[in-house]
């Protein structure tokens, strides 16, 4: 490791979070000496200070996912949203934490020469999702993490709110090749909050759900009585319940975590305004999809082509639409972090009151 980074990373020691099974002693963490990378204990998650301060002071934070920036959208508009999101989660007083594995470091908050690392390295970065973890770590790898390892690494840094584009789902045709995304099953067990636009119909939705369900993971539609579709506000299933406030979604992820729940998605639809330019991608991706059986893509291969083929068929009216979205999630997730950061605190001083 570079001079510099590892400096940074001995800087950060200060901040590390012990994995659950150190919890009682998480002063040995405080302590421990660090020369750089390699003292990090693997799988040790490391905060960025404005994070640790931000945690600390019951401030709200939202955490931020890295693939999407890796493989979900060309350089140099990726590294423009990645800043851009953080600067929007910041000016409605919440804290950003992009997450990722930088060195076999896992990280919660980034600066910005990581959030430039990782764009310009786009799929070249590792795609990591919750099995890959382990082996990214012992190997000193750099990836960026899916909204199933991006949960994960939020949870074990304490923090519960989380916005991205769209959520991975069952694939279509998963009933027989049973490609169904990690997504769901860490929503199931990890106490996460996820804000995005829905699932991409590239997936079927349906099942989704579905699978949703048998997970235990409370779906919500934001403002709106179906599960939104990403490039469409609709998708013709209704989302089991309607958050019609931050303060009613805050209380929502309170309620979960009081209880010791899993997760939840809540689904925000795509602002009306790009919802048009959304329709027309829809022929782009039914031949994506057409695509991507000819040629027999499986795996963790398929969603990053699909995105590309997308973005390449529909020219660049699927980039508008999707960084739209994001942006606005982006605003709600951060208005509904700090409406649950006052909650807690309420609660902290007895005052609760309902009525939201
Ligand atoms: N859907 C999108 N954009 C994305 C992804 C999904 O509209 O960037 C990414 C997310 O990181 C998600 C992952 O967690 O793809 C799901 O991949 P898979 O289907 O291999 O689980
Ligand atoms: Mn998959």
């Known amino acids: 490791m570079e001079v510099r980074a590892s400096r940074r990373v001995a800087a950060l020691a200060g901040h590390l979070v012990p994995s659950p099974s150190d919890a009682s002693s998480p002063k040995k963490w405080l302590t421990m000496p660090c020369d750089g990378g390699a003292s990090v204990a693997a799988g040790a998650v490391v905060l960025h200070p404005s994070v640790a301060e931000a945690l600390a002071s019951g401030g709200a934070v939202v955490a931020l996912e890295s693939t999407i920036v890796s493989h979900g959208m060309p350089y140099p508009q990726n590294l423009q949203m990645a800043r851009e999101v953080e600067a929007i989660v910041r000016a409605r007083g919440a804290t950003p934490a992009t997450v990722a594995i930088l060195d076999g470091v896992p990280r919660v908050g980034l600066d910005d020469a990581d959030l430039r ?116 506000r609709s998708s013709g299933c209704d989302a089991p319940a309607v958050a019609a406030s931050p303060e009613q979604a805050a209380r929502m992820i309170r309620a979960a975590k009081t209880l010791g729940l899993g997760g939840s998605v809540f689904g925000v639809p795509i602002p009306e305004a790009h919802e048009a330019a959304g329709r027309e991608v829809q022929r782009a991706i039914d031949r994506a999809l057409a695509e991507a059986e000819a040629m027999r893509v499986k795996g963790a291969d398929v969603t990053p082509f699909l995105l590309k083929r997308i973005r390449e068929l529909s020219g660049g009216a699927s980039l508008e639409a999707n960084l739209a979205l994001v942006r606005n999630n982006a605003e709600v997730g951060a208005d509904v972090a700090v409406a649950l950061a006052r909650l807690a605190a309420e609660e902290r001083e007895g005052g609760e009151e309902g009525g939201v």
């Open 117 to 232: 690392r990782l764009a310009e390295l786009g799929a070249r970065a590792r795609k990591v999702s919750r099995r890959d973890v382990p082996a990214v770590i012992a190997r000193r790898e750099t990836g960026a993490t899916t909204v199933s390892a991006t949960a994960l690494l939020a949870a074990r840094a304490g923090v519960s709110v989380f916005v991205t584009g769209g959520i991975g789902g069952v694939h279509r045709g998963g009933e027989a090749s049973m490609d169904v995304s990690a997504d769901l099953t860490e929503l199931g067990k990890t106490p996460v909050a996820v804000f995005c636009a829905g699932a991409k119909s590239v997936l079927d939705i349906p099942r989704t759900l579905e699978f949703l369900e048998t997970q235990g993971v409370a779906v919500v539609g934001y403002g709106v009585k179906e599960f939104p579709a990403f490039f469409s």
